[in-house]
Every structure is written in structure tokens, then in C-alpha cells.
């Protein structure tokens, strides 16, 4: 038979075959492993994602072929599919033809199949063939379907997405954790956050906005939970406060979880999220720091959480829950204090045990009030000029809340290492590749 231009075309991916297929000639394409000759057979294990088949040799022609091919190795396979439930997956390919695609060199980087253990800096030196292993391609179809969740559901809130700069000319929160750039004749930061546009956003009429885009903090950690590149995934919006907003995110919880667990992705990670019940509870900051103490964790009532802190508290309550009530000392200008009681502010972090996954708060909508909150910071008033205009002509009460996408996946799949979240991981010593 003549090879046309569709001879060698692939007739679909592995994870989409079935019973219907059963001796029908089709054409897989994908990596080899696994490669056996024997004396009158031979076989491959051809993975295209996070399925793989067996491809089983019995010609002169293909088993003569077979013996050629290296493990990871790309080639297109044309042959019979056969059910055969004595081999994993249940499913061959008695080949009748194959094509070597790409021969990989040998011997290999690192052990795709994860059998061999490689450290994290022989992993992500060859992150092309770390991805190859089903495990970590299940972390990132997760993460995409996350983000699609979120995506849908903002939408359907009446959310608009859009995109705010990440070269800007002054630090959102203040303070020294900006990468600074080189913007023609200038001194400019990449971005910590969207905060400031959102909320001049807000001041535009957008009503309510939604961003997943890229953050950048240059924190000199070197932790499990840490990276210096992100995704943010961040709202706003108008006449809401923070209670309003809270309800917003643990519904989208409530959906994510559900969502992911009924992902085939989950089951490859031999990973179950806990059920999410509503509502969340809430804990307040003054609550939390008597619970720490009760359990002999040295901490003032003004101090961030730590982490020996986070985990006495988280011990007792749910998977989920909201710590609410920060003291206007350890938050951002930004965040609206309580009328009556302005050392509190309208904040909260929403917390997955002693990890924090989102924090948010009402915001300072009167200008006055914002230029006192910029200069109790330690700030310049007239570094954010561009910001507090918008606050001079008509800006409505509004609130917001911000996710990592990294953070959430982390927590989605049972992963501990940020970093494995992330595709080309950026921390204080890699930026290759």
C-alpha cells in the first residue's frame, strides 16, 4: 500500500480509544518504553500523555525495526487493535508498520518513568523530559482545568476579564520585594499584583473585573512554597464588601473541589479532595492568637501568624476555613478598617490548614482616609498619584480577593513543591529553562 500524505496521520490518542476501535486498523503516535525483544516477539509501550499502549511485534519487518528504537524515542505505530485484557491497559496494537519519527539519543537524562529518582535540579535541568512522566502532565491538566473553573465562573457572576500592566513605576504594597527593570530612560518594577489597577478599574465603571496573569515578587526564599514567578488569579468589585466577596470565593471552592475530583487527571496522582461544606467558617486574628497561645506558641497580638501558629490552629478545623479581622498594623494600605473600631480591618486570608490560599479585604474607597493609610505605611502620597486620582472623582465602595495558581494547584493535587506547579519554575537561583 502507498504511503500518502495520510498514511502516517495519527488516528487519535490513546486515552480516546475503546471497545468501538477493536480490530480496526488505526495509527498511534508517541514516545517509546518499556522495549522487550524476545525471540519470535517484541514490544513497546507507546505513551502519548498519560496513557500508554502496548505495541506488539510479530513481523520481520516491525521487529526488525524495534530492536533500532531507543527508549523515548517518537514514533507513529499502524496496526490492528486487538482487546487483550492480559496486558496492561487491555488493550495492543499488533503493528503491521512503524515509523521512527525522532530516534532519542542514549542514555537518557533522567528516568521519565520516575522509577529512578532524580533531585529537583535534575529534573527541572531537563523539564522537556520531566514533563513526559503521566504524573506530572496530570498536575498541569488539573491546574488547566482550575483555571477554566474559575474562568467560567467569574463569567458567569458578570465578571470581565482583563489585563493590567506588569511594568509599572512604583511597588503596589511597598516595600523592597520588586524586581526592578530597565525601562528606556527609567527605573520601573515588574509587577507584585494588579491591586492598584483593579481598583482604578472600579473607579471606571467596570462594576466587576477578574485577571490570571503573571506576578512577580522577588522574596529571597528558598522554600517548598515559594516562587518568585506566578500566576495571580485576582477579582474586583464594585458596591460589594467583604462578606459579599467571601461568599464568592467559598462557592468557587465548593466548585473547584468537586469539579477536580471528578477529574481522571486526580486518580493518576492517587489524590481525593476533602469535601468542601458551606459556609466556610471564620475565625478571627484575635481568636486565632489566643488558640496559638493556649497551646504554648509564643506569638503578640499585632504579629503575622507563623507557621507554628498556623498549624496549632489549623488542627481543629476544617480543610477550609477564613481567618478574618487582621489587625490595619500587618495589612496593606489598601485594606478598609472598621468604622468603629479601626485598628480591625474588612480583611481575610482563606486558609487550607496552615497554608494561606487567598486573601482579600473591603477596600479604602474615601481618598482621605487612603492618603492617611499611604502615610501610616511609611509610603509617599505622591508615588501614587496615578492611583489616588482615581479616588478624587467618584470611587464606590469595592472589594477583592487574590489566588496563586501555583498555590491552589499545589494544594488541588496533594503536591508539596510549588515548583512542580509550575512549568519552568523561576526562584532565587534558576531562570533557565
Known amino acids: 500500500m502507498a504511503e500518502d500524505a495520510g498514511y502516517w496521520k495519527r488516528s487519535k490518542r490513546v486515552e480516546e480509544i475503546s471497545d468501538k476501535d477493536e480490530n480496526r486498523e488505526l495509527v498511534l503516535s508517541g514516545w517509546t518504553s518499556n522495549l522487550r525483544n524476545l525471540k519470535s516477539i517484541s514490544f513497546i509501550r507507546l505513551r502519548d500523555g498519560e496513557k500508554d499502549i502496548q505495541i506488539t511485534c510479530k513481523s520481520d519487518e516491525t521487529r526488525a525495526l524495534s530492536k533500532k528504537i531507543t527508549p523515548e524515542s517518537v514514533i507513529a505505530v499502524r496496526g490492528l487493535l486487538n482487546k487483550n485484557e492480559s ?203 489566643k488558640i496559638a497561645r493556649e497551646k504554648g506558641v509564643k506569638i503578640e497580638y499585632g504579629e503575622d501568624l507563623s507557621t507554628e501558629a498556623l498549624k496549632t490552629i489549623a488542627e481543629n478545623l476544617p480543610p477550609l476555613y477564613f481567618i478574618t479581622q487582621w489587625p490595619s498594623s500587618i495589612k496593606p494600605f489598601y485594606a478598609q478598617p472598621f468604622e468603629h473600631k479601626p485598628e480591625i480591618t474588612k480583611s481575610f486570608d482563606l486558609m487550607s490548614g496552615s497554608l494561606e490560599l487567598a486573601s482579600g479585604a473591603q477596600r479604602v474607597h474615601d481618598p482621605i482616609l487612603l492618603k492617611k493609610r499611604i502615610v501610616e505605611k511609611n509610603l509617599k502620597v505622591e508615588d501614587f498619584v496615578f492611583y489616588t486620582k482615581a479616588f478624587e472623582y467618584g470611587m464606590p465602595p469595592h472589594s477583592g480577593w487574590a489566588i496563586g495558581a501555583e498555590r491552589l494547584t499545589s494544594i488541588l493535587t496533594g503536591i508539596e513543591n510549588i515548583k512542580e506547579c509550575t512549568l519552568f519554575p523561576r526562584d532565587r537561583r534558576r531562570v533557565i529553562p
Open 87 to 289: 496486558v496492561d491497559g487491555n488493550y495492543e496494537i499488533i503493528a503491521e508498520k512503524i515509523k521512527i519519527l525522532n530516534l532519542a539519543k542514549a542514555p537518557l537524562l533522567l528516568d521519565v518513568s520516575g522509577k529512578v529518582k532524580a533531585d529537583f535540579d535534575t529534573r527541572f535541568d531537563s523539564r522537556f523530559m520531566d514533563l513526559r512522566n503521566p504524573r506530572n502532565i496530570a498536575i498541569f491538566r488539573i491546574k488547566s482545568k482550575a483555571i477554566t473553573i474559575i474562568r467560567d465562573e467569574c463569567l458567569s457572576q458578570g465578571f470581565v476579564e482583563v489585563h493590567t500592566p506588569k511594568i509599572i513605576a512604583t511597588a503596589t504594597e511597598g516595600g523592597t520585594q520588586l524586581f526592578s527593570v530597565q525601562y528606556f530612560e527609567k527605573r520601573c518594577y515588574l509587577g507584585q499584583s494588579p491591586q492598584l489597577y483593579k481598583e482604578i478599574l472600579m473607579s471606571s465603571g467596570f462594576d466587576r473585573v477578574f485577571e490570571i496573569a503573571p506576578a512577580f515578587r522577588a522574596e529571597e526564599h528558598n522554600t517548598p512554597r515559594h516562587i518568585n514567578e506566578f500566576m495571580s488569579i485576582d477579582i474586583e468589585a464594585s458596591f460589594l464588601d467583604h462578606e459579599d466577596v467571601m461568599k464568592i470565593l467559598e462557592n468557587l471552592m465548593k466548585k473547584l473541589f468537586d469539579g477536580i475530583n471528578r477529574e481522571p487527571s486526580l486518580k493518576i496522582l492517587n489524590y481525593e479532595l476533602p469535601e468542601v461544606k458551606l459556609p466556610l467558617e471564620r475565625i478571627t486574628y484575635e481568636k486565632c492568637i
